[in-house]
């Protein structure tokens, strides 16, 4: 037995129903975090989660389990500082070890304009209670021994912003947490289950076709991720969503601790040690439109060509292993949640690379709308329909890196 | 190397040296002049299999041309269509 | 002799050794228990070896010197000193390999199938573990990439088929006891008494191994149908014994066999990760690595996974709370995760999920990396992104100035006088280096409608000479970019323009210009000469006065451009300013730049001039309130919210971002960037923090945050920018509060809100003739291209040619009659453009509208063959032409680049802004590869 194997959880598989109040498509963390929030904060348990695959297999089970609330709008800076906090209680709340670790994050600057860009985003953070701090290359050293400060001679660190509160999490864990917090309230998970089609009732989205039958719902939810504007064309809607790969890699274990989680918008990638010890690197998005989970050569390439700019102690670390998952961008950087226009047809998309972060405040404030009606104060500004009231929410805090 | 685009005047050349460029179509159904510039402005097909797409080669001729790729697997399917 | 240190202690290798056998010899197990493979499929060899960290040492050689740690983790790595961080931090050298075909693997079916591509004249690299290629993935390119003893990491680019031929791979015990020594596959068992190694008393256990000498085994134990079911093996960390039982009999009484060596021949399993990894790219799977996995009984006790550590009772434990799916299984326990992905446990995982739920499932995803490199050699062959230097980059660093990265450039940020350089604009005259703008030549019959469709601004208005600043919208209305559009003071045949980006868009300028070109079908003809002019600004209140020093005196009114010898170069003088002050920007050939600068400041000299780096500019055009894009501009920013509706003609006809204007107006406002007056805001030492970013308040509400903030102004008082909210009435608050102190939104710039200093009037009557001094024309650093191949090492030069733009026919006409000498290279880099080795003075017949300048965007340097092949081994990955002579285009060592193949030698062009990035690039490879050869 290693230490990280699994030992607490339980997943209750059940028949599916011929109806249900809430049908989820989707049982990633969003879907799942929908449903366990209905469970528990609502009461609302008669709700079925319908999934192609197994659960979190999409990019729950493919991220970089980092979490923070450093963005750059008040908007986003609320939303995730909401996420941020309830992931920190998310352990005591499901009784369950979701390996979750504060050790701050530290983004470098490495030119003046990155300098200043760091600056303004400590600036707006603090104003919106995601406390973050710039920091001078001394701070930065001490907090992360080892960064070589002249970043390979060619990208020195003149600085950093500096977010205590960043987090990561044991992302597996977090969907299996979730799932057995909504399965033991009676909400039922189907896994191997697509949903091929919505079941309209006039303008009105009435249930889900899946591969096990017809299943009616008073409310419909979309939490898919990668395929969705598939879904939504179901509905007879055109998403402002482009699906784009995502790649990361984990290196084999370093024995030595890597105290905070690293990134630099300049050179494009970011880095921090999983509870195993290894070292786990990501970057930006693959720029062209694609649904291909294959992993690509340059990715790493690259990656490991600027992270040996600022971390050269992995010089001699053993890349273990590749992957790739697909997001879904939005325009503006931003999620869209609420509702679609459509009765009866919920949606939380444009989860990009930021997803993760997302999973409690996304499944919270989905829930209380689904629940009471109301479009909650927290997601209003991030609605479907903000394009069309040139409403667009320009983050350029989540632009680039997870 | 990663993915290889086939550029007309130069070869194939790895997709670091390119920028990709969307065809946008907008549904005929949509006539409003405003609801066709947001749908242009902001929506898109996202089509999951061939789709015609317009590449730039930024690090060789610098030019547009047009290739239809299968977005599930990456694939190359050939020229555009004329 | 081969000598190596394990664990500090001296072992002797004999020629051939691999590490793992040479530890053997000595009685050392590399981790201390666990079956043997010698085959790289297992984890149980794992060592530290010369500091990396999950060696295999059944795979490497045995090398004198070397230092090993029976310890796979790695250690605690001292802190690097900054030189050596300097070396680690750098890639290990790549080399790219073309051919035909790929064959992994040279077992029997691997040699046949590279047989038979050879035979029908394919060209084939072959690939073999067994002497040291140890391949790591295969990737979309198609790309297959190797590593090799020599630390070389080979880049394979197949054009035809990649043949998988890895064979099978010896299934491992799954049973109590098998992280005991004394465990090996019988496969290894052969290689071992192959190597001299005395297994002692050996037991056999299922398929025993063909190959041993008779006699070499104490006993055979066949497994299965009317033989044997291995139990566990006994032992107190050395196999003592395997406990056997009749099999198909639970009942059946065990039986212990005493032995020093357990040779397990437990079936095989394909081989087949790579084939997998490779799904549809165009791969044969052959031999043994094609055929069906075995599945192994589903094992009842002991490590499944001995790279995770996870046993059969995890794998129940998981099972039993609903962890059903083959990836929730392995998310749940980690096996499979390890440095053999699954080599070990794949298969009794699968026999596990088929004995609990009934259901065979599929493996599950093979994933780079199948043999685990280093860091440093995953990063063979890349680089970092390059930034573009100015022709006045060393003019900078000579005098003193800081450079910084911006918008993909070297900046001067300062010269270490920031204040002095501020005042020197707003008091004497300064100079400026602006060769980063976009710049564009744009000409055609099209050339005006077409303008008018990508700019906002009223293009028809702007009469020959005239300029005007004009924004550039995306097709949201939200604004991309801005520069300045000059038409054309002579009248060629039809309309030319130049127009200019920010240094930041230039790169996306060209790309944005063609795109819309192409949609409106407009006949145009477009040069990007970002890189071929330089430009100078002259700023400050003596501007007219240094410029006529320098023998310029018909200088052009405000709003207009002329060209103009200046100090005997060639300018576009366009007179517009961002500073606020009156500006001469000073547009010339790239090459010309260094000697009009230098000029320029010794011209200047009387006056007290000196130049001013980006900071003290960022602050003068604060002053002004003159918008920096991509700081105070966002995403949504429309011309509406950044308050440049004066910039939007919505009755001109179309115009990118036209629609979305229309559109977005009909939705109330929500914010407007806006400047503010901050009184007193809180003082450092003459100088207050930047407030960027901090919050702009209107009472208890937030209404926005200031985007710039020099935090250099002294005097008491300080002008932001900031984007402010609109209040719940729809109006925009006057009185506000930045970081808690008191601000007045304003209405336009807080200096010289007329704009009479940058409009002024110029009155030249006191610079007399005979004070202007006339200087020679400069002479060219570019160099003849006979001067032939440089020696060693090789220096790039700048060269001096002329690049055309005009109409794909034109262009045929034109090369086939060439006006130039025959001694000229021509280069069509595109069919409309042309790059030759001749003097611009030529017209193009038939295209009254061709673009024909004079081009010094270059660098060049000529290498003999032999080197150019060598270093294009390595760093361009996209095949070279074969035939002679020949041109292509494309990436070469991370820099875009031109090369002309003759005979015997070869010609590289790059940028002339990456021209330095790119020959510290040429001479490190060079010398790597010298280095290496000896």
Redesign the interface.
Known sequence: MNEFTERQMQLTWRAPKKSYDVVIVGAGGHGLATAYYLATRHGITNVGVFERGYIGGGNSGRNTTIIRANYGIPAAVRFYQRSVDLYRGLEQETDRWLMHQQKGILWMAHSEAAVRAERMRAKLNTEFGAETEFVGPRQVEELCPQLDMSGGGRWPVLGASYHPQGATARHDRVVWALAEGAMERGAHVHQNTPVEGLILDGERVAGVRTAAGDVAARAVVSAVGGHVSRIAAMAGLRLPIRTHRLQAFVTNHYRQQFGPIVASSELFFYASQTARGEMLLGAEIDPQPSFSYRSSHDFVQDVCRRALCLLPFMSNLRVLRQWTGVCDMSPDYSPIMGRTGVPGFFITTGWGTWGFKAIPAGGEQMAELIATGEIPELIAPFGLDRFARDRTMADRGSAGTH | ????IPCP?????????F????IRRI?DHVTD??E?????????????GV?T??W?H???????FEIR?D?????IVGAAES | MTTLLVDGQRIEARGGDSLLVAMLRVGLHPTGGGCLCLAGDCPNCLVTVDGVAYTRSCQVPARDGMIVRRDHLGGEEPALLPDEAMSAGSAAPAHHVHCDTVVIGQGASGREAAREAREVGFDVATFDARDGQHVTGVYPGPLVVAADDGGRVLHVHPRREIVVATGAAEIQPVVPGSDLEGLVTARAAAKLVGAGIDLGRAVAVGEPPGELPSGSLAGHFPLGQGGWELVRFDGDGRVEAVVLRRHGDDGAAEERIQCDTAVLGLGRNPRNALARMASDLPVRVVGSAATEPELPSCPREGTVCPCSGVTVADLDGVWERGFHEMELLKRATLAGTGTCQGGVCLPYLRSFLLERGGRLQPAFTARPLNRQLTVRELAAGAHTAVTARSPLHDEHLRLGARMDRAGGWWRPWTYGRQDDEYRSVRERVSLGDVSSLGKMAISGPDAEAFLERIVPTRVATIRPGRCRYVLMLDERGYLLDDGMLCREAEQVAGDRFFLTSTSGGSGFFELWMRDWAEAFGCDVRILNQTASLAAINVTGPLAARLLARAGALELPAFGRHRRVRVAGVDCRVVRLSFTGELSYELHHPAADARKLWRRLLEAGAAFGVQPHGLEALLRLRLEKGHIVIGQDTDYDSTPRRLAHEWAVDLNKGDFVGRQAVLRTNKQPLDKRLVALRVDNPPAGDGAHPSAEGAAIHDGDRYAGYVTSDTGTTAGGDATMLGWLYLDAEGRLPREVTVDGHPARRVDGPTYDPEGERARAAVDRRDEAPENVREFPVVRLEATDLAAGIPAEPPRLRWLEATRVSTTPEALAALVKRPPWSAGALTFRTAPDELLVTATPDFGVAGDPHAIVERETAFSYVWLDEATAERFLDRECEWPRPGARPAFAQGEVAGIPARLWFEAGKTLILTPAPFAAAFERRLTASLAEIDGGAT
């Open positions: 190397m990663s993915l290889r005047l130069c070869g194939d050349r790895s997709v670091h040296e920028v990709h460029g969307e549904p002049p405003d066709r510039d947001l749908d242009f402005a902001f929506h898109h097909d996202n089509e999951e789709v797409e317009r730039f930024a690090l060789g001729c610098r030019r547009w790729r977005t599930t697997t990456d694939r």
